[in-house]
């Protein structure tokens, strides 16, 4: 079995060896990075599987990153943060981020965080590519094409087109759509999952402008469907 590398984007000494010392203990491959600018470079030359990264940190801040990272790379990202507003929450999803995880935390939800995506990635890689249909999934790259053109979606927004696709016509509420996308038990609101929402109808009325392929059901949530002509 490949042994996952994740990259821990951490300016506190102190807290980035205790998780090394965690991930390593749970058979994850490490790396630390204290200096934000040392990020990006760092991603694209050595490929992790996984990152781990601060919002506060020296060079470039977390949500910078993000940002930037998104535009060349589907790469897992945890971000942390001592900053529990709501906005910077939704505002680390909005940017791609696939999880988040608030400061003061135990090394131990951290690493169960990290195994939780790394499972998922697991259960979507048995998934199967149909050339045939309005939509063709790319489990290896976190790809979807809409009728021939290729989506840029980030990884939760890809996992959670890849379960509405699997289920046309499907109404899931949103408390059903939150549970496929996180595995753990951390708070958070329906406006999690509206905003992935948001940002999907976006994405897939760049290509199909005139139908609206996912459809809100008043008061129990959401469900994909198909033009017509499919």
């Known amino acids: 079995m490949t042994t996952h590398r994740v990259l821990i984007v951490e300016d506190e000494p102190k807290l980035a060896a205790l998780l090394q010392d965690y991930l390593q203990k749970s058979g994850f491959s490490t790396h630390i990075i ?14 992790p599987d996984l990152l781990l990264l601060d919002l506060m940190l020296p060079g470039r801040d977390g949500i910078e990153l993000c940002r930037e990272i998104r535009t060349f790379s589907h790469l897992p990202i945890i971000m ?13 999803l909005e940017l791609g981020a696939d999880d988040y995880i608030c ?55 890809f996992r959670l087109l890849h379960l509405l696709i699997q289920h046309p016509a499907k ?10 996308l996180y595995e753990d038990n951390r ?24 139908f609206e392929i996912i459809q809100s059901i008043y008061g129990v949530g959401y469900k994909l469907e198909l033009p017509v002509e499919y």
Not at 40 to 46: A, E, N, Q, R
Not at 80 to 92: F, N, P, Q, S, Y
Not at 125 to 131: F, I, L, M, R
Not at 134 to 152: G, P
């Open 80 to 92: 942390v943060t001592a900053r529990v507003e709501e906005i910077d929450r939704l505002l680390g």
């Open 187 to 210: 708070i958070v609101t329906d406006r999690t999952v509206d905003t992935h929402i948001k940002n999907l109808r976006k994405k897939l009325a760049e290509i199909r402008p005139d």
């Open 171 to 180: 109404v899931y509420s949103r408390a059903q759509l939150l549970d496929h």
């Open 34 to 47: 204290a200096d934000g600018l040392q990020v990006i470079d760092w991603i694209k030359t050595s490929s």
């Open 103 to 157: 400061k003061p935390y135990s090394p131990r939800e951290v690493v169960a965080r990290v195994k939780a995506i790394f499972r998922r990635q697991s259960y979507l890689s048995v998934a199967q590519t149909d050339n045939s249909q309005i939509f063709v999934i790319d489990i290896e790259r976190y790809q979807i094409q809409f009728q021939q053109h290729r989506l840029d979606l980030t990884p939760a927004e």
